[in-house]
């Protein structure tokens, strides 16, 4: 079993917030051209993903049982994509009901995690798609109603508003964590 000490624990975190800043950096914005968008979400979230799932076979050595469940919840983080493309005509009311969601999968990422990396992926998979959906919303919001730079102000707005809310959320349950036992 790993010792968490609490400058480990503050590691992580600041490690989160590096990851933060480079996947703010690297998610196009809302002015992103039609055909830059899709295929740079699809490129994205799947070596998100097949990343995601590589370490937590590597670190669990291939125990399916402890793989699975984190794995599922990694994937439904990114509800939070698939939900602000469908209602993206409702505006700023579904930048306001991310953060609902993102508590909830906050708790399921912490609840199914069975040690710190699971924890950190789950964690890391979360802030990912709380940026891909803001600033997807903004995206499809500039693209069909209103192509203004107060359009991608507002979507990079929530990005990092999201990104922030993500960040706490990660921060407490970093610190809170306690690794089961098998």
Not at 102 to 122: M, N, P
Not at 151 to 169: D, E, N, P, R
Request: aromatic share 14%.
């Amino acid at each position: 079993m790993e010792n968490l000490t609490t400058k480990r624990r503050w590691l992580l975190i600041g490690l989160l917030l590096i990851e933060a800043m480079i996947m703010f950096w690297v998610v196009p914005k809302a002015n992103a051209d039609e055909i830059e968008m899709p295929i740079s979400l699809t490129i994205s979230l799947s070596l998100a993903l097949m990343i995601s799932l590589a370490i937590l076979i590597k670190w669990n050595q291939g125990n399916r049982k402890t793989v699975i469940p984190i794995f599922i919840v990694c994937v439904a983080t990114y509800l939070q994509i698939l939900y602000c493309s469908v209602f993206y005509d409702w505006g700023a009311y579904v930048c306001m009901t991310l953060p609902i969601f993102q508590l909830v999968l906050g708790y399921a990422v912490f609840r199914y995690s069975t040690d710190i990396v699971s924890l950190f992926i789950g964690c890391s998979n979360l802030m990912f798609s709380a940026i891909w959906a803001n600033q997807y919303q903004g995206f499809l919001w500039f693209h069909n109603k209103s192509c203004d730079f107060e359009t991608m102000a507002v979507a990079s707005l929530g990005a990092f508003g999201g990104a922030v809310i993500v960040f706490a959320i990660s921060a407490i349950m970093i610190m809170k964590f306690n690794p089961k036992t098998p």
